[in-house]
């Protein structure tokens, strides 16, 4: 597998908090890409992330990258109950493919 | 935003049969992917399809499957035979350029 066992985890958080997810990754990438699968659903991409960038954000979403320690991580502030849902990063196999090679995602439980 | 959609999204099935799982991928995107999820797995790549051939498939990609999308019409994956192991949610895919996949909400498929 490509991907640390750190990756599979589940947390639980009351709305409001902020909460950060981590995953590292064994194969070399140009892109890591954070995914949000709400129940029943397909994935929706979230944040895209080159390797010649360390930081992106969009809205309430961070998201970080370090190629020197193949890891990479997504922040949310002030969580609201929707986004209760699993989170999977992804990596572009082996840099420049189309293919995703997802991690095993985290599932994130925030309660009102 | 661009929607990906799946028909059906629930197919049962007898082992031995075969399938088609029809996919409407987003109308100007010009790269196609299936992956492949098993209840409470990671999501797995199965193939990815441009400009009417096979770009890269996985060793889950076996001999019974086949993708085409005829004359711009559905992206399908096609099993002949199914097998029991081939129970799984099928997800759909597209994209304009690498990177930044749509996905749609899946077919769950039941193999008896």
């Known amino acids: 597998s490509q991907w640390g066992e750190e990756n599979l985890q589940a947390l639980s958080i009351q709305e409001g908090e902020d909460v950060t997810m981590n995953c590292s990754y064994k194969t070399y990438t140009t892109v890591v890409q954070w995914y949000r699968q709400k129940s029943g659903k397909g994935p929706a991409q979230l944040i895209l992330?080159?390797?010649?960038?360390r930081e992106k954000r969009s809205g309430r979403l961070r998201a970080t990258l370090d190629t020197s320690s193949q890891s990479s991580s997504l922040s949310i502030t002030g969580t609201l109950a929707t986004d209760t849902a699993v989170y999977f990063c992804a990596t572009d196999y082996q840099g420049g493919s189309a293919k995703l090679i997802f991690g095993e995602g985290t599932k994130l439980t925030v309660s009102s | 935003g661009p929607k990906v959609l799946q028909i059906p999204s629930h197919q049962i099935i007898d082992m031995g049969q075969m399938v088609t799982l029809n996919c409407d991928p987003v109308s100007n995107h010009l790269y196609f992917y299936w992956y492949k999820q098993i209840l409470g797995q990671q999501m797995e790549f199965l193939v990815n399809?441009?400009?009417?051939?096979?770009?890269?498939k996985s060793k889950l990609f076996k001999d019974q499957f086949s993708v085409e999308r005829p004359d711009g019409s559905y992206f399908t994956l096609k099993i002949q035979p199914t097998a029991l192991e081939d129970s799984a949610v099928y997800f759909c895919?597209?994209?304009?350029?690498?990177?930044?996949?749509?996905f749609g909400p899946g077919t769950r498929l039941t193999v008896l």
């Open positions: 399809f441009y400009n009417g051939k096979v770009m890269e």
């Open positions: 992330i080159r390797s010649n960038e």
């Open positions: 895919a597209s994209s304009l350029r690498l990177g930044g996949q749509y």
